[in-house]
């Protein structure tokens, strides 16, 4: 595809149950960013890859939240126990170098809602 | 990364040029300053970027003053599919930790009138 694909586009979890979001970044794309979005709020950053290298997770809220890119293209961002604040966007973004010359492209995200 | 500051909110009519300013009083040499804006329900959408120079695209031009202290995105011609949040945000050169992430402010919300 052209663009950054994330699935599944909505996702419905009652407390405590784990939840995979899947990222396809645009094919070649090094670097990989994923975000999380408040209903309201900007995009906030919550870790990095390059390639297949997580360089940053500065951002994660809680051990409960996991990333991983194991062959350097598709990402997976793992929440274990979900709780109610977790209800949110969550957005992958991937460039194609690293450094600010290139742009971020976004997906559509995914909006989840923890019940 | 420096702070960015822009209005909460701004309107433009259909038909008309909109310019959004940015203030970003802090910014450094190695910083570039980007635009993106998001629609309702869709991630952010890249416009514009650039670094001292004045720069125009198919979708806005981004003027830079020449301290690079502020800026000002412009739609020329406004349409109702241009309402969205606009974000203006520096961004770090790679290097050190921030490996260019964005860190994104609260943004103006572009309101396009019939």
């Known amino acids: 595809g052209a663009g950054v694909s994330q699935s599944p586009r909505y996702k419905v979890a009652k407390r405590g149950q784990d939840v995979a979001l899947r990222c396809d970044p645009i094919s070649g794309h090094v670097s990989l960013f994923w975000y999380q979005q408040a209903l309201g709020q900007g995009p906030e950053f919550l870790t990095y890859f390059q390639n297949e290298a997580q360089l940053d997770k500065s951002g994660l809220p809680s051990d409960r939240f996991f990333a991983e890119r194991p062959e350097g293209s598709v990402s997976t961002l793992k929440i274990q126990r979900t709780q109610q604040e977790d209800s949110a966007v969550y957005l992958c973004a991937s460039s194609n170098r690293t450094g600010s010359r290139s742009p971020l492209h976004f997906g559509n995200g995914t909006r989840l809602t923890v019940t | 990364d420096a702070k960015t500051t822009q209005p909460t909110s701004m309107d433009c009519a259909e038909g008309r040029a909109a310019n959004l300013p940015c203030n970003h009083s802090t910014i450094s040499g190695n910083e570039y300053v980007y635009w993106y804006r998001q629609i309702h329900s869709q991630g952010p959408q890249y416009i514009i970027h650039g670094l001292k120079n004045n720069e125009t695209n198919e979708m806005a031009s981004l003027i830079i003053t020449e301290d690079r202290k502020s800026s000002t995105l412009i739609l020329p011609h406004a349409t109702l599919r241009d309402t969205a949040v606009y974000y203006c945000?520096?961004?770090?050169?790679?290097?050190?930790?921030?490996?260019?992430?964005?860190?994104f402010g609260q943004g103006t919300i572009l309101t396009v009138h019939p």
């Open positions: 945000i520096v961004r770090l050169n790679a290097g050190g930790t921030s490996y260019g992430k964005l860190t």
